[in-house]
C-alpha cells in the first residue's frame, strides 16, 4: 500500500512542478501516474547504481550531488515516456528534481504520515 501511495505523491507533485514550469509538460493525470511509476522504476534500479559511482563526488558536495542524480533519473523518465512528459533541458531538470523533493517531503509530512498513522 505504501508504494502506492508514494506513485500517487509523485504524480500529484510532477503535475504541480509541470504548472509551475513552462518547460515541464505533461499530458494529463494518467501520463503523470505513469511518468510517476517510470520514476519509481528507475529509482530502483539506476539511481543506487549512480550513487555508488559518483560517491566521491556526493561526499564532497555534502550530499548536493543528489539533486543531480534525481534530475538524472527525471531525465531517464522523459526518454521512456516520449511526448507525454517532456523537459526543456538538464538545468530545469535541476530545479524540477530540487522542488520535487521540497513538495514531495512537505506532502508526506503534512497530509500522508498524520493519515496513515490512525
Known sequence: MGWLIQIVV???????????????????????????????????????????????????TLGLFLFVINAIALMITQFFMGGAFTIDGFGLAIIAAIIFAILSALIHTFIVDPITKR
Not at 501520463?31 to 560517491?55: D, R
Request: hydrophobic content about 75%; aromatic content about 4%.
Open 10 to 60: 509523485n504524480a500529484v507533485v510532477l503535475m504541480i512542478i509541470a504548472r509551475l514550469f513552462s518547460g515541464i509538460e505533461i499530458d494529463g493525470v494518467m501520463a503523470a501516474l505513469l511518468a510517476s511509476f517510470i520514476l519509481a522504476i528507475v529509482n530502483l534500479i539506476v539511481k543506487p547504481i549512480l550513487i555508488v559511482l559518483t560517491l566521491p563526488v556526493t561526499i564532497l
